[in-house]
């Protein structure tokens, strides 16, 4: 129940192509998905957040499409540059027992070829 | 205005030993999130600070140990370290952003190696 899962664990897209990664939950108490960008040697950085009372949410070339029915939500990174090249990682949040958990995703690194 | 700071950067220790890890949370923030992330996994919950008590826990023992101070800094210790224990811990300070939402910022990460 406290599992985010979040596939596929790499992947290698062509600049300007359209990189697709998903994630999946089970507790339907989560109200805050984030989705964090991470290069080598740097801590996770906050690239774009949803709430599930919203389909999609887009901001510049990074789209969150989230289906509450399905549990399921994914990032979707149009014209994708070779300065995205990164492991980025998905995780879902909730109000619990006085506080705020977070559940992180096993992270997915994605290569952008040239 | 800055970021989550962390220090050390960089560590190497030998099995048995003990280690401190530093952190200043971003302006603002009052909660600090500890977690570690090993090499090729996400981050894991280690333990949360507010108001200078652990409010919740992770699945770690208690060779774990953590502090706040009134400042809201934080250290992370860690007691007779394993060679499991080498991995990247990172800090994050919350507050609520927008939207309402509660954000997690993390630091750089202080990186240990234990051999």
């Known amino acids: 129940q406290q599992q985010v899962k979040q596939s596929p664990q790499s992947l290698i897209v062509q600049k300007g192509g359209i990189s697709i990664i998903n994630c999946a939950y089970e507790?339907?108490?989560?109200?805050?998905f984030p989705w964090y960008q991470q290069f080598p040697g740097k801590g996770p950085a906050l690239l774009i957040a949803i709430r599930p009372d919203v389909s999609e949410k887009k901001e510049g070339r990074f789209t969150i499409s989230f289906n509450k029915s399905a549990k399921q939500f994914s990032l979707h990174i149009m014209d994708s540059q070779p300065g995205d090249s990164a492991t980025y990682f998905c995780?879902?949040?909730?109000?619990?027992?006085?506080?705020?958990?977070?559940?992180f995703g096993t992270g997915t690194r994605l290569k952008v070829l040239a | 205005d800055a970021g989550v700071t962390q220090s050390p950067t960089h560590l190497i220790k030998t099995r048995g030993q003990q280690v401190t890890l530093r952190c200043s949370p971003k302006s603002g923030h009052d909660t600090v999130s500890w977690y570690q992330q090993a090499l090729g996994q996400g981050p894991q919950f280690i333990f949360q600070?507010?108001?200078?008590?652990?409010?919740q826990r992770g699945n770690f023992p208690d060779r774990f140990s953590g502090h706040q101070f009134p400042n809201y800094s934080s250290e992370l210790n860690v007691n007779a370290l394993l060679l499991g224990d080498s991995a990247l811990y990172l800090c994050?300070?919350?507050?609520?952003?927008?939207?309402?939402?509660?954000?997690?910022?993390f630091g750089a990460g202080s990186r240990l190696t234990v051999l």
């Open positions: 507790n339907t108490a989560f109200d805050y």
């Open positions: 995780a879902a949040s909730r109000y619990t027992s006085g506080t705020y958990k977070y559940i």
């Open positions: 994050a300070s919350s507050g609520f952003g927008e939207e309402g939402a509660n954000v997690l910022t």
């Open positions: 600070y507010y108001e200078e008590e652990e409010r």
